[in-house]
């Protein structure tokens, strides 16, 4: 079922703002929605408002065509994955799965039945008999993932479930959870801080800054056409770069950016460019394009390809290359008219430039 949210407001007694405010969002049935945004901006607030564990101060939850907005969690049809895993240790693998449906007073035979299907998902049925103390990171979060999903909840809420997993094993269960949420075809929620993982896993992706909505839409649409500078920053790390534009050259602090094309939309003598990392060329780029020049001041080692750290005119760029470079190389980088972005002097996208 689709799950939505209508001007919802939540502000703590006393506190001078509120935690968000005026919120409207859509997430898709069956799919995943991913909520975005660096630390204290109200994602997880928001979650627990959606599982009924906090009450927004104002507005309505909506899951399908049901107002839940004051309904108690255990009748909402929720199931929500902790960043702890939240497991009784003293528990086996089993009971902690089998837990919320005894809470609900099933039988013995239909617990036994959804606890070893819920465990076939998660591939948890070799480790039914161990206790949590003898299972890994991984595990231990399948677990909690199988325990969420065994009663079949109509809406899936997961608040950072990998952000206390390492690097190798993060990557492999993102791709298992993307599989998992296709098999069961819960309504998934979904917060993290992780950019990564929101651009990997989204359907419906929602970025926020300080209890607002900055942008919401397909993950492709807004990683291509960030609504402001917090976007490009936030998903992608784009480069920014303030300049002066003046008859004939654009200027950025003491090193000139050559624009070959001016672009098609009106802009202010004073605008924001972006362009991401792996957009950059050094050799020569026909057409249209925007020309930097750059002093070299470390290369990151990436695999097939070198993460270098650049300085122009003070500010600090980044590329991603096949090239050997060296420190205090001064090069020219070259970026595509099309895959440059424009933004106003307020950090607002201008619609239409290329």
Known sequence: MPVAVRNLTKHWPGAERPVFSSLDIDCPAGGITIIVG????GKTTLLRCLSGL???????????????????????????????????????????????????????????????????????????????????????QRVGIARAIVRGPAVLLMDEPLSNLDTKLRIEMRAELGALQRQIGSTTVY????????????????????????QQGAPEDIFTSPANTF?????????????????????????????????????????????????????????EKATLPVTVRRS???GSERLVHMECGGLALRARLKEVVRPDDRLELHIPAGALHYFDETGKRVAGAV
């Open 38 to 41: 660096p630390s204290g901006c």
């Open 54 to 140: 906090e009450t927004p101060t104002s507005g309505s939850i909506l899951f399908g065509k049901q107002d839940v907005t004051q309904v108690d969690s255990q009748h909402r049809g929720v199931a929500m994955v902790f960043q702890n895993y939240a497991l009784y240790p003293t528990k086996t693998v089993f009971e902690n799965i089998a837990f919320p449906l005894r809470m609900a007073r099933l039988d013995a035979q239909s617990i036994r039945t959804r606890v070893r299907a819920a465990a076939a998902l998660t591939r948890m049925e070799p480790y039914l008999d161990r206790y949590p103390a003898q299972l890994s990171g991984g595990q231990r």
């Open 191 to 214: 917060v993290t801080h992780d950019q990564t993982e929101a651009l990997a896993l989204a359907d419906h992706l929602i970025v926020m800054r300080d209890g607002r909505i900055e």
């Open 231 to 287: 976007v490009a920053d936030f998903l992608g790390s784009m480069n920014l770069v303030d300049v002066t534009r003046s008859e004939d050259r654009v200027f950025v602090t003491s090193g000139a950016v050559r624009l070959d094309g001016l672009p098609k939309a009106p802009l202010s003598p004073m605008f924001r460019l972006g362009f991401r990392a792996e957009d950059v060329q050094l050799g020569p780029v026909d057409g």
């Open 300 to 302: 990151e080692l990436m």
